[in-house]
């Protein structure tokens, strides 16, 4: 597509259910990043994928959050049990390594809200 | 391992006027890249400008200029005849040699009509 597509939008969740936000990056570019935004801070590193696997996953908080990108396009975040604090905006980001200057282009993040 | 560090969390400036947005980074890699991001209300984050650390020239774009002083690890942002639509969240990032990229905390810039 022209651009990083994140869905949904927003989403409303209640405490210990299930979540999954999904994104759909630029098509060929084979890296794919997420972040996590909470209100007044920048961006915090989760979890970044080079093609099909999980090229760092240094950032995911705990085990309740996984990702997946089984066929080295779409990625889904999962998170498990949620939490209040898991509130927050999540930023997908794609990108094509190995052209010099990585330039990562963003979605516009899935805003989640857990009540 | 990286940290960015804004030390600004609010600045603003008259229209037309030119304002400067600090950064600091702290690494042990010697080839890197830096940019700044906007983020305006939409929360989409937007390229405004990148400096290879190993180009001793500044990156310029526009009326976006940097100052970058690898010695000092500081990568600042220099917006000139600035307008009402530059209003947003201003972030600096790091990229490492690992192609990861961590961001500071950011700067809110308000543009005074």
Request: net charge neutral; with cysteine.
């Given at each position: 597509?022209?651009?990083?597509?994140?869905?949904?939008?927003?989403?409303?969740?209640?405490?210990g259910k299930?979540?999954?936000?999904?994104?759909?990056?630029?098509?060929?570019?084979?890296?794919?990043?997420?972040?996590?935004?909470?209100?007044?801070?920048?961006?915090?590193?989760?979890?970044?994928?080079?093609?099909?696997?999980?090229?760092?996953?240094?950032?995911?908080?705990?085990?309740?959050?996984?990702?997946?990108?089984?066929?080295?396009?779409?990625?889904?975040?999962?998170?498990?049990?949620?939490?209040?604090?898991?509130?927050?905006?999540?930023?997908?980001?794609?990108?094509?390594?190995?052209?010099?200057?990585?330039?990562?282009?963003?979605?516009?993040?899935?805003?989640?809200?857990?009540? | 391992?990286?940290?960015?560090?804004?030390?600004?969390?609010?600045?603003?400036?008259?229209?037309?006027?030119?304002?400067?947005?600090?950064?600091?980074?702290?690494?042990?890699?010697?080839?890197?890249?830096?940019?700044?991001?906007?983020?305006?209300?939409?929360?989409?984050?937007?390229?405004?400008?990148?400096?290879?650390?190993?180009?001793?020239?500044?990156?310029?774009?526009?009326?976006?200029?940097?100052?970058?002083?690898?010695?000092?690890k500081?990568?600042?942002?220099?917006?000139?005849?600035?307008?009402?639509?530059?209003?947003?969240?201003?972030?600096?990032?790091?990229?490492?040699?690992?192609?990861?990229?961590?961001?500071?905390?950011g700067?809110?810039?308000?543009v005074?009509?």
């Amino acid at each position: 597509g022209a651009g990083v597509s994140q869905t949904p939008s927003n989403k409303v969740t209640e405490k210990g259910k299930y979540v999954e936000l999904r994104c759909d990056p630029i098509s060929g570019h084979t890296a794919l990043y997420w972040y996590r935004q909470s209100l007044g801070q920048g961006p915090e590193f989760l979890i970044y994928f080079q093609g099909t696997g999980a090229a760092d996953d240094s950032g995911l908080p705990n085990d309740r959050f996984f990702a997946v990108r089984p066929e080295g396009s779409v990625s889904t975040l999962k998170i498990q049990r949620t939490e209040r604090g898991d509130s927050a905006v999540y930023l997908c980001a794609s990108s094509l390594v190995g052209t010099g200057a990585n330039v990562l282009t963003f979605g516009a993040g899935s805003r989640l809200t857990v009540l | 391992a990286q940290t960015v560090t804004q030390s600004q969390p609010e600045m603003s400036v008259q229209e037309a006027e030119t304002v400067t947005l600090s950064c600091t980074y702290d690494t042990s890699e010697s080839d890197y890249y830096l940019f700044w991001y906007k983020q305006p209300p939409s929360r989409q984050m937007i390229l405004v400008i990148r400096q290879e650390a190993y180009k001793q020239q500044n990156a310029t774009e526009n009326r976006f200029s940097v100052n970058f002083q690898k010695a000092a690890k500081s990568f600042s942002l220099k917006i000139s005849d600035s307008q009402l639509g530059d209003a947003a969240m201003y972030f600096c990032a790091y990229l490492t040699g690992a192609n990861n990229l961590f961001f500071g905390t950011g700067t809110r810039l308000t543009v005074i009509p």
